[in-house]
């Protein structure tokens, strides 16, 4: 019975369906670098404030709708943090996983992965049964670690793809202001749901981190959180920072880190998404 159980999916994800004619310049970028890589551009793209950028070809539930198709999913919050030059370089490295066939078989095999789960879970309850789990669960831990493994290789030619659209320093530039927001805002979340309080509708997340990035890029913890830092995605395992610019020829200094985080976006992309501050209010 376990084995042959459809299990539900829960793909909803928080964002706004953004139509072309609200971001035309933006949806012409999307499909000429899609064009020049050969592949398909995405059906949909979503707008949200979760701090990271992915594609899908998986389902997704956004508000009442449940798309079809290939998906880009893009952080407001973080086009902000972008120069044209750095989001583009973001983009290409998304189109890249399309292109690579990532996200075909991230669609074929995650629904898999969930049913083998469920089934090793359902043999622990059966008694003798238990003993062929623990065999399931070995084979599983290998599995993972070559997933792993493979995962880190198509995030490598993602960055060189986008690379060879842009160039090595828009992508390197990217990473670090993509994996210094996503630590900065971290700690600022953190410390607000830490203490067990209760907040107003509004947390002001938004204002906290973009008035505090600056002054964290300067603080003696910033460098050591960076080392340690990836690039959030929801689906991937993703290599060092340090690793990811030795692939694309591109190694910046840690003393730059800073430097490059206290930089101000000059003309980001959310100055082509009609109503985008409303968006992301909405969201926040």
């Given amino acids: 019975m376990a084995i042959f159980r459809r299990l539900p999916r829960n793909n909803a994800i928080e964002g706004r369906l953004i139509a072309p004619h609200e971001a035309p310049a933006l949806w012409a970028r999307i499909r ?9 551009p995405p059906a949909q793209i979503v ?27 893009m952080s407001l919050p973080l086009l902000r943090q972008l ?15 399309f292109s690579g066939g990532d996200t075909a078989q991230s669609a ?22 238990i003993v ?43 990473l670090v202001k993509v994996a210094a927001y996503a630590q900065y805002r971290h700690r600022v979340e953190h410390g607000l749901f830490a203490h067990n309080e209760r907040h107003g509708e509004d947390l002001g997340i938004a204002q906290r981190v973009a008035s505090g990035l600056a002054t964290f890029g300067q603080s003696p913890e910033f460098t050591e959180a960076m080392r340690a830092a990836g690039v959030p995605h929801p689906f991937d395992s993703h290599p060092a920072l340090e690793q990811r610019m030795h692939n694309v020829g591109y190694v910046l200094d840690e003393a730059r880190y800073a430097e490059i985080v206290c930089m101000s976006a000059s003309a980001p992309w959310t100055n082509d998404i009609v109503d985008a501050d409303a968006i992301e209010r909405e969201q926040w």
């Fill in 32 to 40: 000429d670098y899609a064009q020049r890589l050969g592949t398909e």
């Fill in 47 to 73: 707008a949200g404030i979760d701090a990271n950028f992915f594609v899908t070809e998986m389902p997704l539930k956004v508000g009442e709708v449940t798309t079809r198709g290939r998906t880009l999913f």
């Fill in 83 to 97: 120069d044209n030059d750095e989001a583009n370089a973001v983009f290409a490295h998304e189109l890249g996983h």
């Fill in 108 to 129: 074929a095999l995650g629904p898999k992965l969930s049913q083998y789960d469920y089934y090793n879970a359902q043999l622990r309850q059966g008694g003798v049964a």
């Fill in 132 to 174: 062929a789990s623990w065999l399931l669960d070995l084979y599983r831990v290998i599995f993972e670690i070559a997933l792993q493994q493979s995962s880190r290789r198509r995030e490598f030619a993602a960055d060189t793809v986008a690379a060879g659209l842009t160039s090595p320093q828009a992508v390197v530039h990217a």
